[in-house]
């Protein structure tokens, strides 16, 4: 069983930065890959960012390559997603989730956090 609670949401304006944490707990943690997910309303839930916790590997959506990183805090249990240059369509729900393997589908992770929001004015 894993346990994650993000934090670090809020209110930015738009080009500025926020950092959120998922912070992680559970025996089994050290063997899964953590991803970041958001979802606005009436949309899709979309893929983020993961890292695995073992090797480091990291890999990016799309539409946040470049302004979004990825990185693990292993004496915390701690994964972090910084975010910088902010756009008015970053605005969603996010989630950090916990799977086997580090991959881009929702479907397979296996454990899920509240979420935190976070909301960019233009």
């Known amino acids: 069983q894993v346990q994650l609670v993000e934090s670090g949401g809020g209110l930015v304006q738009a080009g500025g930065s926020l950092r959120l944490s998922c912070a992680a707990s559970?025996?089994?943690?050290?063997?899964?890959?953590i991803g970041w997910f958001r979802q606005a309303p009436g949309k899709e839930r979309e893929f983020v960012a993961v890292?695995?916790?073992?090797?480091?590997?990291?890999i990016y959506g799309d539409s946040v390559k470049g302004r979004f990183t990825i990185s693990r805090d292993n004496a915390k249990n701690t994964v972090y997603l910084q975010m910088n240059s902010l756009k008015s369509e970053d605005t969603a729900v996010y989630y950090c989730?916990?799977?086997?393997?580090?991959?881009?589908?929702?479907?397979?992770?296996?454990?899920w956090g509240q979420g935190t929001q976070v909301t960019v004015s233009a």
């Open positions: 989730a916990a799977g086997r393997t580090a991959t881009m589908t929702p479907g397979e992770y296996n454990y």
């Open positions: 559970g025996r089994t943690f050290s063997m899964y890959a």
């Open positions: 890292i695995n916790w073992k090797v480091g590997t990291r």
